[in-house]
């Protein structure tokens, strides 16, 4: 009796001194707060304004779900095959402890944890580094401590916790292997299914998969997994959850995967995503909350179905244009300066600002020989086509001329009224290009910036679309500040046609057209304040050079600036900020955070009008550099506003589109300036990134379920005059005949400013 007696005080006494970490020998055991209150990583969720999942934000991707939404066939198997004593035992199964020694002595290595001892081991990282207490550093009694520790912790759950509770908690932590963490986001990555819904084989997989995640990958070893399947489903037979005959005759056929893993650069809205977790981070820094593990559901303003269709667009435009560019520079490099000569050592310069470069230097402290050995050195690797992924042989230059030929694009919509952005697309491919063409990228707008100078000049300086000024050449002195010392500089303006008609044109046709000429006078008249006063009134941020070319685009804007910048017009002269983000909620459901765009006048309701009228002049007017739209089915009984622009050298390519419901924008061009087409016929921004919008915007209306419908601009709620309504005779123009026309490009930034000798 007595050694029993010091039988069950050693054990007593050592479960005190395990409970209480003595001397920091064992490390932290979870109290029974703890165990009431779990603290388990839950995956956030983003939606779609339409109700669509479109990504996740996880350290380990698991979203929890009910008991009774997990299929019956599912736990009975995992029982069965994980541990057949779970509703008789109180954590501990003895006899499978027991028997691991009597099988570990005949070579035969089992495990005898029972699924409450793999939760305690899930849920509160028994093994991890924060559990280790100093005896956990001696190889052999840290096994030991490790195990003790699980005993302890299975007790109290089963203590705290019933079984239902406990098999539901174990399948919502349990990691299933290529990040997928719990039942919900397992039956959802390996075969785009729920819980509830998987069938027998699912299951089998499922569970078999359990035993090693990697052992038993059915992407890694598939034959493996098939194996472990089959296991399974004898298991399943024998337990007379299934019958022998179901099990034969699941065991003939294949695993069927229908894989949806949620890469971060896959599915819809990858650089969308990308964006508003930088927002998110921020946001929740501040609020005290954990993006990654606090399972938040975040909606947000994106239409899914636009989304597609703009992706698409972008896609098809792109892959044309980039063969075409392919043939364009065949045989050549496409780096050339103002005077169309290839830039000596482009390369060279470029493989500097590289992380490999970077990453060489540091490993080879700066010899330059090494750097170079190593990145000549050719590697296998995995690059983009339009075509799909190749694999190829690259050295580290062989690369980046490769990549260096591509061009890029950034599309976004928006509605004006609500400030809600409709579609983002931030690049061509987020896998292989990360940069986001929609807010990151800042270039030269060109002509699509010329509306704030005819804003200015109608709205401040009394001007209407009717008055006329004489296409005529023009130049302009001025004095720019360059380091506190003032410079005397001259600006001489030209038309991208080089030619000067000496026409008398209204405002109208002048923006329609995209006449520098004009616009620089006007410019001349009310002074290049007025326009920069204007365009920071309608939104713009980016800085502005005060210099009288900003009128013609001279300045770097991001095409989601500009893109809000055009929604005063069709909000009637209300600036409204565009949000992304509608509401946050918690784990539970509950409202956290709510987003409300901040919105102020920022021009009258009749400029807003007028300069309105003055877009669809780009396809009204004669020679209006919007007229290529005319090209898609866009016009029966439907009306629109656009503005093309291109920057200096044919670098950037910009169109903006306006219909009744929303505002979208385009950009197209290369990552570096001096990479472009070497002629308008070809890199103009009705040639690159108008047809973004017009086959976007044919995609909208012959997709009912969007909602959007073709309409005209709201009538006027004002009286109308000969002053706000003319228009230069321009023959109807029928679509079948666009092949036809001659579209003069008028949209290039012309020259930039010259010193005065």
């Not at 997990?70 to 109180?90: G, N, R």
């Not at 065991?251 to 896959?266: C, N, R, S, T």
């Not at 309608?538 to 800085?543: A, D, H, Q, R, V």
């Not at 029928?734 to 010259?754: A, Y």
Request: net charge positive; hydrophobic share 35%; with cysteine.
């Amino acid at each position: 009796m007595r050694k029993f007696l010091y039988f069950i005080g050693g054990l007593i006494f050592l479960y005190l001194v395990i409970e209480h970490n003595f001397l920091w020998l064992f490390g932290r055991v979870p109290s029974f707060d703890k165990l009431e209150k779990p603290e388990v990583d839950v995956t956030s969720e983003v939606y779609t304004a339409d109700g669509k999942l479109i990504g996740r934000y996880f350290r380990e991707n698991r979203t929890p779900v009910e008991y009774k939404k997990i299929s019956p066939l599912l736990i009975k198997t995992l029982i069965a095959t994980e541990d057949a004593h779970f509703y008789e035992h109180k954590g501990i199964d003895w006899g499978a402890t027991i028997s691991i020694f009597y099988y570990a002595l005949k070579g035969d290595k089992r495990g005898g944890s029972t699924i409450t001892q793999q939760l305690a081991k899930n849920l509160f990282k028994t093994r991890g580094a924060t559990s280790r207490g100093l005896l956990g550093y001696i190889p052999g009694v840290k096994t030991f401590i490790f195990k003790l520790k699980e005993w302890i912790t299975a007790v109290k759950l089963e203590a705290v916790y019933n079984k239902q509770q406990i098999i539901t908690m174990y399948l919502n932590t349990v990691d299933f292997g290529y990040t997928a963490y719990g039942i919900n986001t397992a039956t959802h990555t390996f075969f785009s299914t729920s819980p509830d819904s998987i069938n027998t084989q699912e299951v089998a997989m499922l569970v078999g998969v359990l035993k090693a995640t990697t052992l038993y990958s059915p992407f890694v070893r598939p034959v493996n997994a098939l194996k472990r399947r089959n296991t399974v489903l004898n298991i399943m037979a024998r337990d007379k959850i299934i019958t022998q005959n179901q099990a034969d005759s699941i065991k003939k056929i294949p695993i069927e995967l229908k894989v949806d893993m949620h890469m971060h650069y896959e599915g819809q809205g990858t650089y969308f995503r990308t964006m508003i977790e930088n927002f998110l981070n921020k946001w929740c820094a501040v609020n005290g909350y954990d993006l990654y593990a606090d399972g938040l559901r975040i909606y947000t303003t994106l239409d899914s179905r636009l989304q597609k269709l703009a992706e698409e667009a972008v896609s098809e435009q792109m892959s044309e244009l980039q063969a075409r560019f392919f043939r364009h520079w065949k045989g050549q490099n496409p780096w050339i300066d103002e005077n169309k000569k290839e830039i000596a050592g482009f390369l060279d310069d470029a493989i500097k600002k590289t992380e490999a470069y970077k990453r060489y230097n540091l490993k080879f402290d700066g010899n330059k020989d090494s750097i170079w050995a190593n990145l000549t050195r050719p590697k296998k690797m995995r690059v983009f086509t339009w075509d799909g992924d190749k694999d190829t042989c690259f050295n580290s230059f062989d690369s980046l001329r490769y990549y260096k030929h591509f061009l890029h694009a950034g599309f976004m919509t928006l509605d004006p009224f609500k400030g809600h952005i409709k579609t983002w697309v931030g690049g061509v491919n987020y896998k292989y290009f990360q940069y986001d063409h929609v807010v990151q990228s800042k270039r030269q707008p060109g002509s699509t910036f010329k509306p704030f100078v005819y804003l200015a000049a109608i709205d401040s300086f009394g001007y209407s679309p009717c008055d006329k000024i004489t296409d005529q050449a023009i130049q302009i002195d001025y004095e720019e500040d360059s380091s506190g010392i003032k410079v005397k500089k001259t600006w001489k303006p030209r038309n991208s046609d080089w030619k000067i008609t000496g026409q008398d044109m209204t405002l109208r046709w002048a923006m329609g057209k995209s006449v520098n000429t004009v616009t620089a006078q006007l410019i001349q008249k009310m002074g290049w304040d007025a326009v920069i006063k204007y365009a920071k009134k309608c939104g713009i941020k980016s800085p502005l050079r005060d210099v009288p070319s900003v009128g013609l685009g001279s300045s770097d804007v991001s095409l989601y600036e500009l893109i809000a910048a055009y929604g005063t017009f069709l909000n009637k002269g209300i600036y409204t900020e565009p949000i992304f983000i509608t509401r946050i909620e918690d784990n539970s459901g509950r409202k956290i955070a709510e987003f409300k765009p901040i919105t102020r006048r920022a021009i009258s309701e009749e400029s807003a009008w007028l300069m309105l009228y003055m877009l669809r002049g780009g396809l009204e007017e004669p020679g209006g550099t919007s007229q290529a739209l005319f090209g898609f089915d866009l016009f029966r009984g439907n009306e629109f506003g656009g503005k093309t622009g291109t920057s200096s050298n044919h670098s950037d390519g910009w169109f903006m589109g306006i219909t009744k419901d929303l505002v979208s924008g385009a950009w197209v061009g290369a990552a570096d300036r001096s990479v472009h087409f070497r002629i308008s016929a070809y890199g103009e921004g009705s040639k690159t990134a108008l047809p973004i919008y017009g086959k976007f915007m044919e995609k909208v209306y012959r997709d009912k379920s969007t909602g959007i419908k073709m309409g005209y601009f709201p009538k006027a709620d004002f009286p109308i005059t000969k002053s706000h309504n003319c228009r230069t005779y321009l023959p109807r123009v029928d679509s079948t005949l666009v092949d036809s026309l001659v579209f003069i490009n008028g949209d290039t930034l012309g020259t930039i400013e010259e010193d005065i000798q």
